[in-house]
């Protein structure tokens, strides 16, 4: 696979992953950006027409601006996004994990025109091909990298059951341990579920029940502690 996982350690020694992007997807991304810049340039165009000789000036002049500072203002302003970024699910941040700064954004964009040498973004190919996090020269330069965002997830985690009270008061970490159970009740097996059920004390669940029931009370429970 093209795409990877690169691991960023906090100060505080916690190891955070950030799924690197590959070349395709931040192609694709910048095929997007290009097409809404040749429109926005297209439409200024037909505007600077009727200006004469100098809406030609002024259509350099603006040609120039919105070249360089299409990409900082959106990475900046925008979570690290530009419109085609955030069509690919993508974005820019600091190669700590941190949002990215102006001159950051700056460095990355300006650098460009060395991506595109010797034609045809030849050499920022290049270098992401040969860079384990997919880095183009700009990045390089400016401390950057390219990453997926974080897809949202609407579901809500706990299984939808009718809320029931504990049959004795729970500690703290009792009732975060029941949250935390049924919060990740499809990423663990049954039979991992029941071993962890069986650390809480008996004397919440009626003595005959079976270990499924027992689940299902535990996601009771915790619709209950949540005060759905």
Do not use: C
Not at 129 to 150: I, P, S
Not at 173 to 185: G, N, T
């Amino acid at each position: 696979m093209l795409d990877n996982t690169s691991k960023v350690e906090t100060p505080e020694g916690i190891e955070l992953p950030l799924e690197v992007a590959g070349v395709v997807p931040r192609s694709m991304a910048y095929f997007i950006d290009f097409l809404i810049f040749l429109t926005i340039a297209y439409i200024l165009a037909l505007v600077m027409g009727f200006l004469g000789s100098f809406g030609e000036g002024l259509f350099l002049i603006l040609y120039f601006i919105i070249f360089w500072l299409y990409p900082v203002i959106f990475e900046v302003f925008r979570n690290g996004q530009t419109p085609g970024k955030k069509a690919m699910g993508l974005k820019v941040v600091h190669q700590d994990g941190t949002p990215i700064s102006l001159n950051a954004s700056f460095v990355r964009n300006i650098l460009l025109v060395a991506d595109f040498l010797p034609f045809f973004y030849t050499a920022g190919f290049i270098s992401m091909l040969f860079n384990k996090d997919f880095k183009r020269l700009g990045d390089l330069a400016a401390g950057t990298v390219v990453v997926y965002t974080e897809k949202e997830n609407k579901e809500d985690p706990i299984p939808q059951l009718k809320p029931k009270a504990p049959a004795l008061p729970l500690s703290l970490d009792e009732q975060r341990s029941i949250l935390s159970l049924a919060e990740r009740h499809q990423q663990l097996s049954e039979a991992r579920q029941q071993e962890l059920s069986a650390l809480l004390p008996e004397q919440l669940f009626p003595a005959k029940e079976e270990n499924q029931s027992r689940l299902k009370q535990l996601h009771a429970f915790a619709n209950w502690l949540r005060g759905h």
